[in-house]
């Protein structure tokens, strides 16, 4: 080796040169000549490129034989450095054709180095004698080499950003990337759920010819479907030109994952007409869609498909089965699935509680989650306890909800957020505030469902003022609310007639672009409609991008509530001719609306028009509807003949319209038949004895009065409480009634006290009769001076200046008292109040009351 070092570059070549036949060249020869070779590039260019073309000629008939490789991977290397500089040989295509004869790989010099060809030389042995040899070689400018196993390993020790320039850099040299190398790339991409990286790769299989590759765009479907990209994805899918099962099974899943249901089914329709068979992964991906998309009849013809070919024994295509059947509301198919799988696991069990936890079956839960206990094998974990919970919260089960959570703690579960936010939310729907705030403040950071949950849970509870409260706490804290928080926190504004905190909140959705989200805008709508400003409310109602039903409906609702019977009429009529179908909901505004105006036959017109024309059954709540319009006009006897004729048993509901109805018209007997119905149905409802008791009052019945009370009392039917709700400037004031807790308690009743002498004076009388405590005439007129909406609308006249509207909400109807007083403070005062209260908006100007008194 040394002897040879010493003699000139020229000698050496041609003693190489001489001995240049493969069978019976050493190894220390085949691996000097090529070095020799990039020695004499470097000091004698022109002679360097005359011996190299010699070098091609020579090697080509001896490529294939031993040891032959060794001077065939250096070729492209040493063309190359001829290229660099300047001196193109024409050959580089014959070059390429015997490296793709030999089935070895081109590797790629992107500057050339002196010092870097035997380094070079030596990785290409090295790999080839691993095994290894797949891909390219490259040298970069600083000298460094990168072989095919090492994009791989690059990929797979998460230097993908390394590997994409290397082959990159192929690219640039008009080189195609292998298939190996795709397919490691995009391994990268998924690990690191890199999107942009993804494009990156399928840059690169374009310009190689790959993207028609089904193996490797499988890949590529699934890593944008994970983005949420699904225009990308269709658009990788549908340039492969022979889409495998995998393939159909990738598009499909990203069709019915990201919300296209309808488009998944119509992919596996084309699918089967191809000629590809089903497999498992299809028949998931397929019965996902039918579940996304309601698609009961499509899944049962999928069901039987299965069956055929005998994937109904496979335990995962048996659960999404079961998860399909419960999504569309058939649990007793969903149940013949279960019970018929030969093999159920934990998924099994949860899908299968979560369907009837979802269809309102909380008692079946409890069944279930009782037979799981005794099932061995079987160990309950977060998401099985999670649909016990909504089980508990569905049927406002507090006690089985308290006891679930200790035997989650017994039983050593973790208690992580998702089961933390459940909690808070079956807390709050149960009505145990303080247990709900208690599982909140555990949170170390609360995530944006659990202070949905919390927000939720109080505006539930009408504490608005609370749920206020924490929502700025929210926003202090740097989260960032969503569209259930906006639509919570906008109903809370609603229910206290708190429209500046609308206006405000509506900007904020406004300033992260969330007004124009349905949910969020269909809110707005309602709370403007509830804080009576119907046209601030039409105004975002106009701006709706896409008014569906529900958006309607909020702007109906919102004119019947201030009983504009002709506007919700109108609503109704452009609704239909904007092609839209009226659902039961609505049909119980118009009826509602048509009520408060006292139209009876077009009341009737609608409610006959219901299964006539739009082919829907009416409900016992459009029933009840009926039998308030015709008790508030007067019809007594026509309302409670409905409800003995009505196809189902009447409820509280409905016996309560007509028992106020007896109290408008004075009807004794009729209300005493009323209230023995509603004794039967709920005899702890309170509503039902007040009604009773002031029926007698007014016909100064006082023994049955009191005895009615008596009743009450003794069978623990208490009261709801009153409550009224004001804002100014931008702060919500609660009050109860009788409540002195304000600061301005003193300023309050002097100020009632001064409007009372004042309305006296006017010709009002206090309405004392309803007041059954054996107590003083005065004592009583002072009780009716601490009902909620007088200390609200007391509060509003001192806090705001003249000629503000004051605007104020109650929780329960407005009383008769209440509202003969507050006609006449409105005209006193000159103000306008708005008091929206459980049934509708009250509008008082100028002595007179939006409703005519026919509330």
Request: proline content about 2%; aromatic content about 8%; overall charge positive.
């Amino acid at each position: 080796m040394e002897a040879l070092r010493q003699m000139s570059l020229l000698s050496c070549l041609h003693l190489c040169e001489n001995n240049l036949r493969f069978e019976r060249v050493s190894n220390k020869i085949g691996i000097i000549y090529p070095q020799l070779l990039h020695a004499m590039l470097k000091e004698a260019f022109r002679i360097g490129s005359r011996i190299i073309s010699q070098y091609i000629n020579r090697i080509l008939p001896f490529a294939s034989q031993p040891k032959g490789w060794y001077h065939c991977t250096m070729v492209p290397y040493f063309l190359n450095i001829i290229f660099d500089r300047g001196r193109p040989t024409g050959m580089f295509g014959r070059c390429n054709a015997l490296l793709g004869n030999l089935q070895l790989p081109i590797f790629l010099c992107t500057r050339s180095h002196c010092g870097g060809a035997s380094r070079a030389y030596s990785l290409l042995v090295s790999d080839h004698q691993r095994g290894h040899f797949n891909g390219c070689l490259v040298v970069d400018d600083g000298g460094t080499f990168t072989s095919g196993a090492d994009v791989r390993k690059l990929c797979q020790e998460g230097h993908l950003d390394e590997a994409l320039k290397v082959m990159e850099s192929m690219d640039l040299q008009g080189l195609p990337i292998s298939r190996d190398n795709a397919y490691y790339l995009l391994q990268g991409c998924t690990k690191k759920e890199d999107i942009s990286a993804g494009r990156r790769v399928y840059s690169l299989m374009m310009n190689s010819g790959l993207d028609s590759v089904s193996a490797l765009s499988d890949h590529l479907i699934r890593l944008f479907a994970l983005g949420g990209k699904l225009k990308e994805a269709n658009e990788v899918f549908w340039k492969v030109s022979e889409p495998s099962v995998f393939t159909w099974s990738a598009i499909i899943s990203a069709n019915s994952k990201l919300g296209q249901g309808d488009k998944a089914l119509d992919l596996y329709r084309r699918m089967q007409a191809s000629g590809v068979k089903s497999n498992s992964y299809i028949y998931v991906a397929v019965l996902n869609a039918c579940a996304r998309t309601q698609a009961l009849s499509q899944g049962k013809l999928i069901h039987e498909k299965i069956i055929k070919s005998g994937f109904h024994l496979d335990m995962v295509v048996g659960n999404a089965l079961v998860d399909m059947y419960s999504k569309c509301g058939s649990l007793e198919d969903a149940r013949k699935v279960f019970n018929a799988l030969p093999n159920r696991d934990i998924v099994s069990w949860n899908t299968m509680i979560r369907g009837y936890s979802q269809n309102g079956y909380g008692q079946e839960v409890l069944r279930m989650y009782a037979t799981m206990q005794q099932s061995a094998g079987i160990k309950l974990d977060n998401i099985t306890y999670a649909s016990i919970l909504k089980a508990c919260s569905s049927m406002a089960d507090l006690g089985k909800g308290r006891q679930i959570h200790a035997q989650m703690v017994r039983s050593g579960i973790k208690i992580d957020t998702v089961i933390r936010n459940t909690l808070i939310d079956m807390y709050g729907r149960c009505g145990s505030l303080q247990e709900a705030l208690k599982e909140f403040q555990k949170l170390p950071n609360p995530d944006i469902v659990s202070w949905n949950s919390m927000i939720a849970a109080y505006v539930l509870h009408e504490h608005a003022h609370d749920a206020l409260r924490l929502y700025e706490e929210m926003l202090q804290t740097g989260a960032k609310p969503d569209s259930i928080t906006f639509a919570s926190i906008l109903k809370a504004c609603g229910e206290t007639a708190a429209i500046g905190q609308g206006r405000r909140i509506h900007a904020q959705a406004v300033r992260v672009s969330l007004h124009l989200d349905s949910l969020v805008g269909t809110t707005l709508v309602d709370m403007y409609a509830r804080c009576g400003s119907l046209d601030e409310a039409r105004q975002v109602f106009d701006r709706l991008p896409n008014r569906g039903v529900v958006s309607w409906g909020a702007m109906i609702a919102g004119y019947a509530r201030v009983g504009d019977c002709r506007l919700a009429q109108q609503c109704l009529e452009d609704m239909q001719a904007q092609g839209l179908k009226p659902d039961k909901v609505i049909f119980i505004s118009i009826l509602a609306a048509c009520s408060h105006k006292g139209l009876v036959e077009e009341g009737k017109g609608y409610f006959k028009s219901m299964s006539e024309h739009y082919g829907i059954s009416p409900g016992i709540e459009h029933y009840s509807c009926m039998v308030d319009l015709l008790g508030r006009a007067g019809k007594l006897d026509e309302a409670e003949h409905l409800l003995q004729t009505m196809p189902m048993s009447p409820d509280i509901v409905g016996w309560g319209s007509l028992l106020t109805a007896c109290k408008t018209y004075g009807d004794v007997e009729r209300g005493r038949r009323c209230f023995d119905e509603l004794m039967k149905l709920d005899s702890r409802k309170a509503s039902g004895y007040v009604l009773m008791a002031n029926i007698y009052a007014d016909a100064h019945m006082w023994t049955d009065a009191y005895r009615i009370e008596y009743l009450r009392r003794s069978a623990g039917a208490w009261k709801k409480p009153a409550r009224a709700w004001i804002e100014v400037n931008n702060k919500v004031h609660g009050f109860l009634v009788g409540d002195k807790s304000h600061p301005q308690t003193d300023s309050i009743y002097s100020q009632l006290k001064r409007l009372s002498c004042k309305m006296k004076e006017q010709g009002y009388i206090p309405k004392i009769d309803s007041i059954l405590k054996q107590v003083s005439d005065e004592d009583k007129e002072d009780s009716l001076c601490g009902h909620v909406e007088k200390l609200a609308i007391a509060f509003g006249l001192l806090s705001t200046p003249q000629g503000t509207t004051i605007r104020a909400a109650k929780n329960l109807r407005v009383c008769t008292d209440c509202h003969t007083a507050t006609k006449i403070i409105s005209k006193l005062e000159n103000r306008e109040i708005v008091i929206r209260d459980a049934y509708r908006l009250h509008h008082f100007k100028d002595g007179a009351c939006s409703c005519e008194d026919f509330y």
